[in-house]
């Protein structure tokens, strides 16, 4: 059985109204005890559950620092290219919005590579919109290759693929793979993918399997907060995440909580996700999945990070761009606009109009970060905190 199977046998419908009406003997319990369930903790996402915010904090804190000590692994996204097939409506790299875009040649995404281990990263995410054209298995691979030597720990997040497909990039030394299911509402995802192979929600949520299949180590999942209700989303995510630790327990796994952020088409979100229920959610997680590394984007603005890397966080990007050769400018000369998927002739003056458009590039980010400190003050930061940042956790060497 995967679990696009076992999902749809979910008693969704039992669980959120547990996440809305769960009674104060019961979450303080649950709190005082640990969850136990997948309905314990929909119980801590309930509005009785938020009440006691301040205690749910305090373990939340406690015991990442079991678990975890006091440690925020540093990585970086480095993006390859911004070519997509897909229409999301949500996403700047969506087919038809009109957007400059380009793929890097193997060589710059060296450059850029080479200039996130300059700042210190040896942790590296490799982005890139879902486009066999630009963005094959075959080029992915070499991508990988090219790195591998200076960079010790290499993830992907990148349109889904077949077993098959995964293992030349598993045998090139890739280690993670991450995939945002974006929203685990059917109706809601139907409505926001209209062109693509990413309309096929089962598929892409059985994308962590057939990755694990391949020989990946590492699996990140998430959903993308604001386009369905935030407590459907973080059981739905909850329930994914027990499913995985089951049956594909020699992997690591982590969970993103990403917040929509601005970007090219001016979607806007369909549902509230305040500040005070992410920090409800990150601490429910931990209780939860004690095990489980929690992430932390900089699509959160730095004051606001700083206060939630202490709750339950392992893990921080920094300093990121999300447009290809926003680090260095590389791909600078090849950027060229899109329209409905054809290229167009650039108008003089088009860039100043396009949002958000890199610095460094000319070419469109997938969205507007909030955090642009650098790395280095990122890291300072951390540890005035009282945690240290660690900025390599494996190598290849040890499997060897």
């Known amino acids: 059985m995967s679990f696009a199977e076992a999902f749809n046998a979910l008693p969704f419908s039992n669980l959120i109204e547990r996440a809305r009406g769960a009674e104060s003997a019961s979450v303080e319990r649950i709190i005082l005890n640990g969850p136990s ?13 938020g009440k006691s915010l301040e205690t749910l904090c305090r373990r939340s804190q406690a015991m990442t620092r079991q678990r975890f000590g006091r440690t925020i692994r540093m990585f970086a996204p480095l993006y390859l290219s911004n070519e997509c097939i897909n229409n999301c409506a949500y996403c700047g ?9 380009v793929t890097l040649s193997v060589d710059e995404v060296v450059r850029e590579a080479r200039a996130l281990a300059e700042q210190g990263f040896r942790n590296i995410l490799l982005v890139a919109g879902e486009h066999p054209k630009f963005v094959s298995s075959g080029y992915m691979t070499e991508c990988v290759r090219a790195l591998r030597e200076f960079v010790p720990s290499i993830s992907l997040e990148v349109g889904p693929m077949e077993t098959a497909e995964y293992l030349p990039l598993v045998e090139a030394g890739a280690e993670g793979l991450v995939v945002y299911q974006e929203t685990y509402d059917r109706a809601v995802y139907s409505r926001m993918h209209t062109l693509g192979p990413k309309r096929d929600f089962d598929w892409r949520l059985v994308t962590p399997e057939r990755a694990y299949a391949a020989g990946f180590r590492r699996l990140g999942i998430a ?16 329930a994914h995440a027990v499913w995985l630790l089951k049956h594909c327990w020699k ?30 959610v990150i601490a429910a997680f931990r209780l939860f999945l004690p095990d489980a590394g929690i992430v932390l984007s900089t699509r959160e603005p730095a004051k606001f990070r700083d206060h939630l890397l202490p709750l339950g966080i ?26 409905r998927g054809r290229i167009i002739e650039q108008e003089s003056g088009s860039l100043d109009r396009i949002a958000p458009v890199g610095r460094a590039t000319g070419a469109t980010g997938q969205f507007e970060i909030a955090d642009d400190r650098t790395p280095a003050e990122v890291a300072l930061r951390i540890r005035q905190l009282g945690y240290e940042p660690v900025w390599k956790d494996w190598d290849a060497a040890l499997m060897a």
């Open 93 to 101: 790299f969506s087919r038809d919005n009109p957007i400059l875009r």
């Open 37 to 49: 369930s997948l309905a314990d903790f929909a119980a801590l996402l309930s509005p009785e559950a």
């Open 223 to 238: 959903a993308l907060f604001g386009l369905a209700d935030w407590r459907l989303e973080a059981i739905a995510v909850a």
């Open 314 to 339: 392992t893990h921080a990007s920094a300093g990121s761009h999300t447009e290809p050769g926003g680090y260095t400018g590389a791909g600078k000369d090849a950027v060229h606009k899109t329209v």
């Open 251 to 280: 992997a690591q796994l982590t969970l993103a909580l990403p917040r929509l952020r601005p970007c090219a088409g001016e979607f806007q979100p369909l549902t509230a996700f305040g500040d005070r229920e992410l920090v409800q």
